[in-house]
Every structure is written in structure tokens, then in C-alpha cells.
């Protein structure tokens, strides 16, 4: 009995263990995000999307603040479908399922610093003897892949740092400075404007 039981207690033992390191389990816990606060904006600012993405944040210890420096902006899902193939006798058909999501990340005076597009994809078989069904099915999918990107965002925040916005930032604000520079230049040296000549009149 007791040699049964201590390979249980020792897998116990090194868990604790393990999780007093600091180590999860693959699939287990939060993201770690190293931001720590964002301000929040979409397009749809009242979808369902960005509700998610808020609560994503705030369960990874985001504060998602108004007046922060940088701005995770959404831009909007844009979904669509196509036939993918077709069964014998063109009954039912497999349907493609995509979902795009881009996003930005933005800094002071508006300027995009990052930007990318998140997509997922799922397939179902359509049924005509049973439409409504079919499109319970794709609405349940649609859910799916929208908490897909939701994942996805939130992999990829976890590789951008306070540090790399800053130096981005940095860097947005000297080509900022060069153009308003070279655009004062430009015109100091426009040649004067010549006044029109007025043609008497008899």
C-alpha cells in the first residue's frame, strides 16, 4: 500500500515543487504579458471581439487605461465563406469559414508603430435537409475562431516589451521631425509668388 501510493506523492511533491519555480505546464495559466497598461480602441468599439480582447487583457494583468501611451487599436473582423467542395449529387457542400482580424498598436501623436493581421479558418459540411442546423453550426464555429484570435493577439503581445514601444516610438517621432523638416524647407525655397498682373479696363 505504501509503495503505491509514494510515486503519487512524489509527482505531488514535484509539482509544488515546480510551481514554486515559476513553472506552468504547457496549456496552463495566463499569458504573461510584459505590457501593463494599454488604452483599448476598435472599430466596433461594442462587438463581441474587443470584449473578449479586454478581458484577455485584464486577466493578464493589463491595465487597459484610457490615458496610456500606446493604443491597442482593432480594426475590425472581416469574414467570409466560399464553397470548398461539393458531395455527390451537389446535396451538401463543404464550406470554408475565414476570419480576419487586423490590428494596430499606436503610440503618441497617433503614430501606427506595430501592425499585423490575425486569421483563422474552420470547415463544415452544409446540410440541406437541415439548414437550420447548418447554420447553428457556423455560428458556433464563427464563435470558435473569434476566440482563436483572441489567442492569437494574445501571443503575440507576448512578445512586445514597454521598451520596444519606446524605442519605436523614438523612432516615429525623429521621421516625424525629419518630414516637418524637409516639408519647412521646401518651402522657404519655393520662389515668391508673382502677383497677377490686372489688365486695365476701358
Same mark, same amino acid.
Given at each position: 500500500?505504501?509503495?503505491?501510493s509514494f510515486p503519487?506523492?512524489?509527482? $505531488?511533491g514535484m509539482t509544488?515543487?515546480?510551481s514554486?519555480?515559476g513553472?506552468?505546464l504547457?496549456?496552463?495559466?495566463d499569458?504573461e504579458?510584459?505590457?501593463?497598461?494599454?488604452s483599448?480602441?476598435?472599430?466596433?468599439?461594442y462587438?463581441?471581439?474587443?470584449?473578449?480582447v479586454?478581458?484577455?487583457?485584464?486577466?493578464?494583468?493589463?491595465?487597459?487605461?484610457?490615458?496610456?501611451?500606446?493604443t491597442l487599436?482593432?480594426?475590425?473582423?472581416?469574414?467570409?465563406q466560399?464553397?470548398?467542395?461539393?458531395?455527390a449529387?451537389?446535396?451538401?457542400?463543404e464550406?470554408?469559414?475565414?476570419t480576419?482580424?487586423?490590428?494596430?498598436?499606436?503610440g503618441r501623436?497617433?503614430?501606427?508603430?506595430?501592425?499585423?493581421?490575425?486569421?483563422t479558418?474552420?470547415?463544415?459540411?452544409?446540410?440541406e435537409?437541415? $439548414?437550420i442546423?447548418?447554420?447553428?453550426?457556423?455560428?458556433?464555429?464563427?464563435?470558435?475562431?473569434?476566440?482563436?484570435?483572441v489567442?492569437?493577439?494574445a501571443?503575440?503581445?507576448?512578445t512586445?516589451?514597454?521598451?520596444?514601444?519606446?524605442?519605436l516610438q523614438?523612432?516615429?517621432?525623429?521621421?516625424a521631425?525629419?518630414?516637418?523638416e524637409a516639408?519647412?524647407?521646401?518651402?522657404?525655397?519655393?520662389?515668391?509668388?508673382?502677383?497677377? $498682373?490686372?489688365?486695365p479696363t476701358?
Amino acid at each position: 500500500m505504501m509503495k503505491r501510493s509514494f510515486p503519487c506523492l512524489a509527482a $505531488i511533491g514535484m509539482t509544488v515543487l515546480l510551481s514554486a519555480c515559476g513553472f506552468q505546464l504547457r496549456g496552463t495559466g495566463d499569458t504573461e504579458l510584459s505590457l501593463r497598461e494599454l488604452s483599448l480602441s476598435a472599430r466596433d468599439s461594442y462587438g463581441e471581439t474587443v470584449k473578449q480582447v479586454r478581458t484577455m487583457l485584464e486577466s493578464n494583468h493589463v491595465n487597459v487605461n484610457p490615458g496610456a501611451t500606446y493604443t491597442l487599436y482593432l480594426a475590425g473582423e472581416q469574414q467570409t465563406q466560399r464553397t470548398a467542395s461539393y458531395t455527390a449529387g451537389a446535396r451538401s457542400a463543404e464550406i470554408e469559414l475565414t476570419t480576419k482580424l487586423p490590428y494596430e498598436i499606436r503610440g503618441r501623436n497617433d503614430a501606427v508603430l506595430l501592425h499585423d493581421d490575425l486569421e483563422t479558418q474552420r470547415y463544415y459540411v452544409t446540410d440541406e435537409n437541415n $439548414i437550420i442546423g447548418s447554420e447553428q453550426q457556423a455560428q458556433q464555429l464563427r464563435r470558435e475562431m473569434r476566440a482563436e484570435l483572441v489567442r492569437q493577439l494574445a501571443s503575440r503581445l507576448q512578445t512586445i516589451t514597454p521598451q520596444r514601444l519606446d524605442k519605436l516610438q523614438s523612432e516615429a517621432d525623429a521621421r516625424a521631425r525629419a518630414e516637418a523638416e524637409a516639408a519647412r524647407a521646401a518651402q522657404q525655397n519655393m520662389p515668391p509668388q508673382q502677383s497677377p $498682373i490686372e489688365i486695365p479696363t476701358r
